[in-house]
C-alpha cells in the first residue's frame, strides 16, 4: 500500500484554498500525457513493438478523449498496453472520506454525499487515492450479470426500512464503483448481448438505471476494452450500439520483427538459467515461423505467450542438465531446444487434417529457426575447419548429462572455434557453458546443411561423419 502524503488537504476547506479544481478522468488523462510527451518522457513503460503503430493511435483517441476497445489476436499485450494507462492518472486524487464511490470533495454525484457536503461544508473530511486504485480491471465471462457492472437492489438496505424506490438502496456495481478511474473489461464479446445493453447508458449518457428506475449519477470513467477478432463470430460479438459508442477501435498486432520479439522474451520471461541471445533469436524465429505455417490454425494465433513459456523451458532445461553434472553457471545450449516441441505443443491449435503430425511440424520449423538464426550469426564464417575436425574422428557428444567442458575437450584447438564464440557475443575467457553454447550451435548449423550428421538417443546427441 502507498503512504499518503501527510501534506495533502484533509478537509474541502483545506482543498478549495489550495486552489485544487476537479477535472474530468479524459481530460486528467489528456493533460498528463499531452505533458509526458512535451517532456519527451515514456508515457507507455514495458510497452514493446508497438511505438509506431498502435502506441501512437492510442495517444490520439486519448487526446481526443475516445473510449477505447483494442482489437487483437490473444497474446498480443493488449491487457498489458490497457494496464499502463493508470501511469497517466494524477498519483494522489482527493475523494470524500467514507462514502461509497470515490467522489470528488468538491463535486459530489450521490444523495448520501451532497447531504453531508451540505452538512458539512467545508469540514468535509477528505481522503486521497493512489492511481494505482483508479484502475479497474473485469474478466466478461458469460455469467456477468447486470449487477455485477452496474448494481442492484440491496435488500438489506430495504430491510432496514427505506423505501424501494430510495436511490441510497442501490448496491452499486464495478462501473459506478470505478467512478473518476479507468474500466477495463476484458474478452467483451464474450459479455452476454443483454449484458452489454446495461453499458450502453453508462457510455454515452453517463447515468445508470436499476430494477426499472433512474438514478441520475452523472459518472466520470473511462471505458477501454480488449477483444478477439474471432469472437465477432465464434462466441459472440459487440453489439453494434455499443461498437458505436467507443470512439476508436485500434488494431493490435504481434511484433513486428526478430529484434522486437527477443525484447518481448527478455522482458517478459523468468529464467531459472542463462539463456543466451542466440538462443533467443532461434525462439524468435520459431514462433514468427509458427505465425506463418499453413498448418497452424492463425486465426486462433501464436501468442507472445509461446515464446515466453519457451525461453522458459530452455532455462529449466539448462538448470536441470546443471544440477546433473554439477556445472556452474547453468547456460542454456541448443541442445536444451529439444524440449520446447513436446512440452508446449498444447498451446498451438492446428487446422483440421494435422493430427498425428504436430510434434513433426514443430521439430521441422525449430530446425529451420536454428539454420536462419546460424546463418544469420555466423555469415561469412568459414566453418569448414570444424567439419573437417568432427569428420576426422573428433566426435562431438551432448545431452543432459554432458557438461559444456565436455563438448569443448572433444575438439582440437582451432582458430574458428573463437571466432563462433564471438560470433554469439562470447569471450575466451568466459565460462565453458557459454562457450559450448556457441560451438553446438556452429555444429548444429553443419549438421542441417548436411555437412555432418547426428545421432540422437534419449539423453545422448553425437556429432560426427
Not at 482527493?94 to 444523495?111: F, K, M, Q, S, W
Not at 474500466?183 to 426499472?212: F, S
Not at 520479439?261 to 538459467?273: H, T
Amino acid at each position: 500500500m502507498n503512504d499518503v502524503p501527510a501534506n495533502l488537504p484533509r478537509t474541502a476547506g483545506d482543498l478549495r484554498a489550495a486552489g485544487h479544481l476537479p477535472r474530468s478522468i479524459k481530460q486528467e488523462l489528456h493533460d498528463n500525457l499531452l505533458a509526458m510527451l512535451r517532456a519527451g518522457e515514456d508515457p507507455w513503460p514495458g510497452i514493446v513493438g508497438f511505438s509506431r503503430t498502435v502506441v501512437p493511435q492510442l495517444e490520439r483517441a486519448l487526446l481526443a478523449g475516445h473510449d477505447v476497445v483494442l482489437l487483437g489476436e490473444r497474446g498480443q499485450g493488449k491487457t498489458r498496453l490497457l494496464r499502463t494507462l493508470a501511469g497517466l492518472l494524477d498519483e494522489w486524487t482527493p475523494v470524500i472520506e467514507g462514502a461509497e464511490l470515490a467522489e470528488h470533495p468538491l463535486d459530489p454525484i450521490t444523495p448520501e454525499s451532497r447531504r453531508r457536503a451540505a452538512e458539512l461544508g467545508d469540514a468535509l473530511p477528505v481522503t486521497w487515492r493512489h492511481r494505482d486504485e483508479r484502475y479497474t480491471e473485469k474478466l466478461a465471462t458469460p455469467d456477468t450479470s447486470v449487477g455485477d457492472l452496474i448494481g442492484d437492489v440491496d435488500p438489506v438496505k430495504v430491510a432496514e426500512g427505506r423505501s424501494l424506490g430510495d436511490p441510497e438502496t442501490i448496491h452499486f456495481g464495478l462501473v459506478p464503483r470505478a467512478h473518476r478511474g479507468i474500466v477495463a473489461i476484458n474478452e467483451l464479446p464474450d459479455l452476454a448481448e443483454r449484458i452489454q445493453v446495461a453499458l450502453l447508458n453508462v457510455m454515452e449518457e453517463r447515468d445508470i438505471q436499476v430494477r426499472g428506475y433512474t438514478l441520475r449519477l452523472p459518472l466520470d470513467v473511462l471505458l477501454v476494452s480488449t477483444a478477439n477478432p474471432e469472437d465477432y463470430t465464434n462466441r459472440g460479438r459487440i453489439i453494434t450500439p455499443l461498437k458505436d459508442r467507443f470512439g476508436a477501435e485500434i488494431r493490435t498486432h504481434y511484433p513486428l520483427d526478430v529484434d522486437a520479439e527477443i525484447a518481448v522474451v527478455r522482458q517478459e520471461a523468468r529464467l531459472v538459467a542463462e539463456v543466451g541471445e542466440p538462443l533467443l533469436e532461434v525462439l524468435a524465429r520459431f514462433v514468427r515461423n509458427l505465425r506463418e505455417s499453413p498448418a497452424i490454425d492463425q486465426r486462433s494465433g501464436v501468442s507472445a505467450r509461446f515464446a515466453v513459456a519457451a525461453a522458459e523451458t530452455v532455462g529449466a532445461a539448462a538448470l536441470r542438465r546443471s544440477a546433473l553434472t554439477g556445472e556452474e553457471p547453468a547456460v542454456a545450449r541448443p541442445v536444451d531446444l529439444d524440449a520446447v516441441p513436446a512440452v508446449l505443443r498444447g498451446k498451438l491449435e492446428f487446422e483440421p487434417g494435422e493430427e498425428g503430425r504436430e510434434t513433426e511440424h514443430l521439430v521441422h520449423l525449430l530446425r529451420r529457426a536454428v539454420a536462419e538464426t546460424a546463418r544469420s550469426r555466423f555469415a561469412g564464417l568459414d566453418l569448414v575447419p570444424l567439419a573437417d575436425a568432427v569428420e576426422n574422428g573428433h566426435l562431438v557428444a551432448t545431452g543432459e548429462r554432458v557438461p559444456g567442458k565436455d563438448v569443448l575437450a572433444a575438439l582440437p584447438e582451432l582458430p574458428v572455434l573463437h571466432d563462433v564464440a564471438a560470433r554469439a557475443g562470447v569471450g575466451p575467457d568466459e565460462p565453458a557453458g557459454r562457450i559450448a553454447a556457441a560451438v553446438e550451435l556452429a555444429l548444429e548449423s553443419l549438421f542441417l546443411s548436411r555437412r555432418l550428421a547426428k545421432d540422437s538417443d534419449d539423453s545422448t546427441t553425437v556429432y560426427g561423419r
